[in-house]
């Protein structure tokens, strides 16, 4: 499938009597990491609910939509910080569900699983239940899974939130390695995350513009830890967000 970016305008979002936001807009440009950072409770699940299609009609006005004026919905796979796998199937059952459910079936099915397997490292892993991997190994699974769709437009809520110190470390590596030319939004509270994986950060504030491009950074990821760069914006962030959350109070 085609990549794309997405292209948001004049949208707003409201649960009933809550309005989060009103007349956001913003360009997600095609290929690229766009991690997005904001306090807790602002909207960051909820914007990407309504970027997948997943709000109700009277819970989002506006307009979302592939910048290159096809399909969205279509194009979009979804990894949350909990990896849904179902506990009564396999490992590799669990990366070729989505064929399953479509009835789609053949050995090279199962032949393209075990290989996205082999490149989380889990090929080893593949006749195990989810309920014997650790939490770093079930969200290797997850990625198996989102690669086994071809999407070109991954979304991912805090997908290493969960993880230990080292694991998410190896993850963010692989997950950079694996999702390079995919258009992926990822929502994290960890400014350091942000500016180690994304070509371009964001930022959602109580405050107009609710929801603003903060630092965008060309070198290659994922940055390191001491990476200059990374560490002057990082401050910067933190002083943004510290004085976001004083004045929200
Ligand atoms: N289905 C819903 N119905 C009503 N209110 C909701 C619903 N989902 C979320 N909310 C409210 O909308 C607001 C934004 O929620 P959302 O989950 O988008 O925030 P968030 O920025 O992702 O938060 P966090 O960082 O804590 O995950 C919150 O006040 C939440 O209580």
């Keep these: 499938m085609k990549i794309t970016g997405i292209l948001l305008q004049e949208v707003s979002l409201q649960y ?20 997005i950072l904001g306090a807790s409770g602002i909207g960051k699940s909820s ?17 979302i939509q592939a910048d290159d004026g096809n399909d969205l919905h279509h194009r979009i796979a979804w990894m949350a910080q909990d990896d849904l796998l179902l506990p009564w199937l396999t490992v590799i059952e669990n990366v070729y569900l989505g064929y399953h459910l479509r009835q789609e079936k053949s050995d090279s099915i199962k032949t393209k699983a075990l ?38 437009i991954v979304l991912m809520d805090e997908p290493f939130s969960a993880l230990d110190a080292v694991t998410r470390l190896q993850l963010q590596q692989l997950f950079v390695q694996l999702l390079r030319d995919k258009t992926v939004l990822l929502i994290t509270h960890d400014p350091l995350e942000a500016l180690r994986l994304s070509q371009e950060v964001w930022l959602m504030q109580h405050k107009s513009p609710f929801l603003s491009s903060i630092v965008q950074l060309d070198s290659t990821t994922p940055r390191q830890l001491d990476d200059h760069k990374v560490l002057f914006w990082q401050n910067q962030i933190l002083t943004l967000m510290e004085s976001e959350t004083l004045s929200s109070c």
């Excluded at 009933?16 to 991690?35: D, R, Y």
């Design 16 to 35: 009933e009597q809550t309005v989060l936001c009103n007349g956001v807009s913003a360009h997600f440009s095609a290929g690229k990491w766009h991690s």
């Design 47 to 63: 914007l990407l609910k309504a970027i997948a299609g997943l709000l109700e009609k009277e819970q989002l006005k506006g307009t």
């Design 115 to 152: 290989d996205l397997l082999t490149k989380v490292g889990l090929a080893a892993f593949a006749q195990r239940m989810p309920y014997q991997l650790s939490g770093g190994q079930r969200q290797r699974v997850a990625l198996a899974r989102t690669l086994m769709e071809e999407k070109p």
